[in-house]
C-alpha cells in the first residue's frame, strides 16, 4: 500500500509564507508526477502546481510568481513553496502522487489527507 503524509499547513498573515511537504511511503516502485491541490469551502477541487517525474513544473495562473513547486525523489517527497500569500489562498491543500506500487503494473493517484492553511488579512 502507498499513503500520503502532508505537513506544513497553518495560519499566517497576508504576505507571509509557508512551506507545505509531503512524504509517500510504502511499497513504492516508482513516482510519476506528483503535485498540489486545494480544496476552499463549497468549492471543487482545484490544481494549484504539479511537477513531472523529470523535474518541470506547472502552475495555476493564481499562484504563478508566488509558489516554487518541488521534489526530492530520494525521499519520496513533494515540497510547496508559497509567498506572498493572500486570504484567498485559504484551503485545504492536498498532496497528490502518482505512483507505482510493488503490487500493480500500473501507476495509480493518491492523495493525502489534506493540511489547512488559512491566511488572515
Known amino acids: 500500500q502507498v499513503q500520503l503524509v502532508e505537513s506544513g499547513g497553518g495560519l499566517v498573515q497576508a504576505g507571509g509564507s509557508l512551506r507545505l511537504s509531503c512524504a509517500a511511503s510504502?511499497?513504492?516502485?516508482?513516482?510519476?508526477?506528483m503535485g498540489w491541490y486545494r480544496q476552499a469551502p463549497g468549492k471543487q477541487r482545484e490544481l494549484v502546481a504539479t511537477i513531472t517525474s523529470g523535474g518541470s513544473p506547472n502552475y495555476a495562473d493564481s499562484v504563478k510568481g508566488r509558489f516554487t513547486i518541488s521534489r526530492d525523489d530520494a525521499k519520496n517527497s513533494v515540497y510547496l513553496e508559497m509567498n506572498s500569500l493572500k486570504p484567498e489562498d485559504t484551503s485545504v491543500y492536498f498532496c497528490?502522487?502518482?505512483?507505482?506500487?510493488?503490487?500493480?503494473?500500473?501507476?495509480?493517484?493518491?492523495w493525502g489527507q489534506g493540511t489547512q492553511v488559512t491566511v488572515s488579512s
Open positions: 510504502g511499497s513504492i516502485f516508482g513516482i510519476n508526477h
Open positions: 497528490n502522487a502518482n505512483v507505482r506500487s510493488y503490487y500493480s503494473g500500473t501507476y495509480a493517484d493518491y
